[in-house]
């Protein structure tokens, strides 16, 4: 059940209008660990963490795979530490880089262009792993949607 159904109330006071012991946390930090005590909305993160790292490149996925990061008390920290650990394992295949569908979905248009040439493919040491249904649609022509969208084509 969420800490705080009156909506009324500050989140940082207790019912009994007391300070919290976190309140003077730092934001991200302190939000995330609320989370984190909150058992429906951590089931949903975790759920998200899990997509993600199912669209991670195997190696990655098995150097991680069962490891737990950080400690009990601070999920914050923890989650700091798992995304260091990812992001340095990628950065450990060398100038290969996967993307996946999601990546490319939070990708500008000047960020998907030093990743796919004109014809939406990948560029030379560019992995493009589909990850299911939410993938960059590559139609009959061959041509994405974000090149469409460029040579006037787009939908």
Do not use: C
């Not at 989370?35 to 949903?44: G, I, K, L, T």
């Not at 996946?100 to 990743?115: F, L, N």
């Amino acid at each position: 059940m969420p800490e705080n159904l009156d909506k009324s109330r500050h989140p940082d006071l207790t019912d009994g209008g007391e300070l919290r012991g976190d309140a003077y946390q730092d934001t991200p930090r302190r939000d995330f660990n609320r989370m984190a005590r909150d058992p429906s909305r951590w089931q949903a993160f975790m759920d998200s963490v899990a997509r993600d790292q199912a669209e991670l490149d195997p190696w990655v996925q098995q150097q991680i795979s069962g490891r737990s990061f950080g400690t009990a008390d601070d999920p914050y920290g923890g989650y700091l530490e798992y995304q260091r650990e990812v992001r340095l394992l990628r950065d450990t295949l060398g100038d290969q880089r996967t993307l996946s569908g999601r990546d490319i979905e939070r990708m500008s248009m000047e960020e998907y262009d030093q990743h796919f040439d004109s014809r939406g493919q990948p560029r030379r040491g560019v992995v493009y792993r589909p990850t299911g249904g939410r993938d960059v649609d590559i139609t009959n022509t061959g041509v994405d949607r974000f090149s469409q969208r460029e040579l006037g084509q787009g939908r």
